[in-house]
C-alpha cells in the first residue's frame, strides 16, 4: 500500500502547534502566578529562562540521541513530555514547598518536549517526498505562528468567560492536543534524511562555510524575531501609549498573526518565489522595521513597524533550514539539531540586549530596538555572501 505522507505532515503540523502551547501558555499566567504564590516578577523571569535553556540542551543531545534511538521514539515522547508538563502545571506548584519549584519542574518536562519538536519535525518533513521542499517547509513552521494566536486569542476568550481562576483547566485541555498527536506520530510514515552511518557527524559540518553562514543565518533569525516578539507588547504599550490589553493585542498577537502569513505565501507559492531573493528582501523589510521603530515618534509608524517585522522574519527560520538542507543533503540530524541551537541562541541573546540596552538608556526601549538593528544587518550580509557563493558538493564525512 502507497504510504500516506499526508498524515505525516498533520502530525508535524500538530506538533508545531503544540509547540506554540508550550513557549506561549505560560507566559499568560506570569501575573496570576505572582499573585496567587507570592512569587517576585524577578523570579518568573526565570520560567522564560529555563525554557529556552532547556531548549538548547536538547537541541544538543539530540543530534547524539535521535538518530540512535530512532525517530519515531523521540517524537512520540515529545508529545509525552508536553501533555506532561501542561498537566503537571496544574498540580506541582501546590505540592512543592515553593510553588516556583513546581512551576520550574513543569516547564523543563514540557520544554524537552518542546525542544525535540524543534529539532525532529523539520527532518521529518525533508524525508518525505513532497515536492517544492522549500515551500513545504514554509508551511510546516507557519503553524507555530497560528499555533501562537490560536493561544493567545482563546486562552484570552476562556478567561474572559470563566476567569483566571480556571487556568488548571485551560492547561488540562491544552494539553489533549499532544495527547491526541501521539497517536498521529506512532501511526504515520516516518523516513530518514540519512542513515546514522552516512549521516555527517559535527566535526565534518564544522568544516563546511555554508554551515558557519548557516549558523549565523539561524542567530540573527532568533534575534530578529524574538527580540521584537517578546518586547513587542511593552513596546506598544511604553513607547507608543496604548494600553496593556490593546498592547498585547496588537503587539505580539499581530506580530505571529504577520508572520504566520508570510510563512503561509511562502508556502502556497515558494514554487514561483526565489528563496534567496525573498530571504533578502525579508531581510531589508525587517531592518526597515527595526529603524522604524526606534526612530520614528509617529505611533502609527512604529507600529506598522512592529507589526510588519513579523512579516519579514517568517521566512529567515525556515528558509535557513531550506537552503542548508538542500546544499547539505547528507547533514543528517546533527545539522537540523545545531541550527536550531542556533535559532534558540539568538533568542535567547536577542531579547536580553535589546533589555539592558533599554535599561541602560533610562528604560527607553527605542534605544534598545534601535541597537536590535544589528541582528537583520547582519543577516542581509550573511545572504548577499551565501548568494556570491559557488554551490560545492558536501565534503566527505
Known sequence: MAKNYKRTLTACYLGFITQAICANFAPLLFLKFHNDYQIPLGQIALISTVFFLTQLIVDVLCSYFADRIGYRKCVVASELCAAAGLIGLTFLPDLTPNPLVGIIASVII??????????????????????????????????????????????????????????????????????????????????????????????????????????????????????MAQWASAYTESALGFTKAMGDLAGPCMFAVTMGISRSIFGKYGDQLDLLRFMIGSGVLCLSCYIAASISNNPIIGLVGCIMCGFSVGIMWPGTISICSGRLPEGGTAMFALLAMAGDLGGAFGPSLVGNITQNAGNDLRKGMLVGCIFPLVLILSLLLLRGMRKTKTPPT
Do not use: Q
Request: net charge negative.
Open 110 to 227: 514540557y520544554a524537552i518536549g518542546s525542544g525535540l519538536i524543534e529539532v525532529l519535525c523539520s527532518p521529518i518533513v525533508e524525508a518525505c517526498p513532497f515536492e517544492h521542499k522549500e515551500a513545504v517547509m514554509s508551511l510546516l513552521h507557519s503553524f507555530y505562528c497560528w499555533g501562537s494566536v490560536g493561544v493567545i486569542l482563546l486562552s484570552t476568550v476562556f478567561f474572559a468567560v470563566f476567569g483566571t481562576d480556571g487556568w488548571r483547566w485551560l492547561a488540562c485541555i491544552w494539553a489533549v492536543v499532544p495527547l491526541y498527536n501521539i497517536y498521529n506520530f506512532a501511526t504515520c510514515p516516518i523516513e530518514r534524511m540519512t542513515d546514522e552511518e552516512t549521516g555527517m557527524k559535527i566535526s565534518g559540518l564544522l568544516r563546511v562555510p555554508l554551515f558557519w553562514i548557516s549558523i549565523i543565518l539561524m542567530v540573527c533569525a532568533g534575534a530578529s524575531e524574538l527580540s
